[in-house]
């Protein structure tokens, strides 16, 4: 009997796993792209209707860790700034939380690590072919949309990043849904220390039900929005804007 995590993971592979190896012959091809996006949406909702949305992503032993987390996208983010946060151990860098929110909120590093923690051990699945099982650490976005007091025409939340690809400014985004998932939290720790540079440092949104490229690293702003139309090229993130990758991308 077919489990329902696995309908839900084929069902992914039929939209992410295809759609995102093949970025090249995808963008050639306009038919292939319309019926792939209408699979997107055919996930969306399977997922929804199908699994309990609060469901948790499998979570393993200290045993079970990867040797070696590989680091995904971008390694280090280029230019004086970041270079300046990284030698002061991002002492100066703040978290800005603001948008469709009654409360804007702009934390220091320090503060976010002395909010209420929550410590995850799960599978990071990468787009291009592999897997790693890391111990995060961090606070649990749920806190921080609290805290910050989320309007009731707010739908999504986009996440700003420090790195850039190419002219774009990095940013990716998620529901409502998702973001309030018990297992999405903003991560300062990977393996008991603090998130490396190549991860993400200092933040990092792992949301634990969706493909890698959706956890996005250096993360210094996050945006509570009704649409993501005003947002780049209104596809929700960089990959989605100029690759054509599923803006859902869950597993």
């Known amino acids: ?46 997922q929804r209707l ?11 032993d200290a045993a079970d860790l990867s040797p ?9 983010p280029a230019g004086a700034a970041y270079e300046a946060h990284r030698m002061a151990g ?11 929110v ?18 995850q051990i799960t599978r990071h699945d990468c787009v291009e072919g592999w897997s790693a099982i890391g111990q995060w650490t961090g606070v649990p976005l749920k806190l921080l949309l609290d805290a910050a007091g989320l309007r009731s025409s707010a739908r999504y939340l986009i996440f700003h990043c420090a790195d850039r690809y190419g002219q774009a400014d990095y940013y990716e985004s998620i529901d409502l849904i998702d973001a309030f998932h018990p297992q999405t939290i903003l991560a300062w720790g990977l393996n008991g220390q603090p998130l490396p540079v190549g991860n993400g440092a200092p933040l990092r949104l792992r949301v634990e039900r969706q493909l890698g490229y959706k956890h996005a690293k ?12 005003g947002q780049g090229r209104g596809k929700g993130g960089y990959w989605e804007d100029y690759h054509d990758y599923a803006w859902y991308a869950g597993i």
């Open 50 to 60: 199908i699994a309990d949305r609060t469901a948790l992503a499998r979570e393993f």
């Open 90 to 100: 991002f002492a100066d860098w703040r978290l800005v939380v603001d948008g469709l």
């Open 218 to 229: 250096y993360v210094q702003r996050i945006e509570a929005v009704d649409s993501l139309a």
């Open 1 to 46: 009997m077919i489990s329902r995590r696995t309908l839900i993971g084929s069902l992914a592979a039929g939209t992410g796993g295809l759609l995102l190896s093949g970025c090249n012959r995808i963008n050639a091809n306009p038919q292939l792209r319309s019926v792939l996006q209408s699979a997107e949406g055919l996930t969306m909702r399977a």
């Open 102 to 119: 009654a409360r804007p909120q702009s934390l220091s590093l320090a503060q976010v690590r002395a909010m209420p923690r929550r410590t």
């Open 68 to 76: 070696v987390f590989r680091a995904n996208g971008t390694r280090q």
